[in-house]
Each structure stands twice: as C-alpha cells, then as structure tokens.
C-alpha cells in the first residue's frame, strides 16, 4: 500500500512486528543466510553461495515451532521450502455435494 498523502507510519510499524515476534525470527533467518553465504563457494561473485542461488535456507526444526539456526539449517527450493507446513502441502480439497 502507497503513502501517497500520509507519511509512511514506521513506529507503527515496527511495533505491530514486536507484538507479533517477527523481527527475531526474520533476524535468524538473516543469520544463516549470511552464514551460508560466507562459507561457501561464490564463482560468480555476486554476493551469494553458488549452491543458494534460487533456492531458501531451510530450518529443519521450523521457527514458527521454535528451531534456530542451531538445531540445523539446509539448502531447499522455493517451492518445497514454503509449502511446508502451508496451503500448498495440503493438497486439493474435494468438496461434499
């Protein structure tokens, strides 16, 4: 959404993130990027790990359910790594007439 007659409310912002507990677990996720990215193998040399490119940072213990970056993170695709535990995952639902 566009502040285009208001400024943009980050204080508001910044709090609704605390109320929900986001901020640290986007800073986890942050944290093992980060880790990935200066331990491994950067041939083009664009800031990434060549093994990471495309593809997410799996915590094997989700954070939502209480993991860290400590009970082990893996290297997964997009679609698999987001369809854990979603609306994906959950395949079709047929309906009852």
Known sequence: MAY??????YDR???KQKERDEREERNERQRARRAMDKKGK???KNGK??????????????LSKGGTNKNG???QSRKRNR???G???KGKTTRKT
């Open 42 to 44: 950067d041939a083009n």
């Open 49 to 62: 790990a060549d093994k990471r490119e495309g593809k997410d940072i799996a915590h094997k213990k989700p």
């Open 83 to 85: 369809a854990a535990g």
């Open 13 to 15: 912002e910044y709090r």
């Open 87 to 89: 609306a994906l995952s």
């Open 4 to 9: 285009t007659k208001s400024p943009r409310p």
């Open 73 to 75: 993170v893996t290297v």
